[in-house]
């Protein structure tokens, strides 16, 4: 099993949980999430090295898009 953490730290746990909700509905079963503060921490696994980072890839996606839409009103 392969295993990729990534820690995405936003300005208040406002923010973090904002983008996290937002990105929540792609991640089924692919991606263990959790919120420390305003540190939105994001876990993949996976058993093939290229599908975690095709997995990874569409998550980062994601979240730029999340992070992009934000302050939209």
């Known amino acids: 099993m392969i295993e990729c953490k990534l820690k995405l730290e ?29 540190t939105l921490s994001l876990k993949v696994k996976d058993e093939k090295p290229l599908r975690l980072l095709q997995t990874v890839d569409d998550l980062l996606a994601c979240v730029t898009i999340a992070e992009e839409t934000e302050d939209i009103d």
Do not use: L
């Open 10 to 38: 936003y300005e208040d746990k406002k923010t973090a949980k904002v983008i996290g909700r937002s990105i929540e509905p792609d991640n089924e079963d692919y991606v263990d999430m959790e919120f420390i503060g305003s």
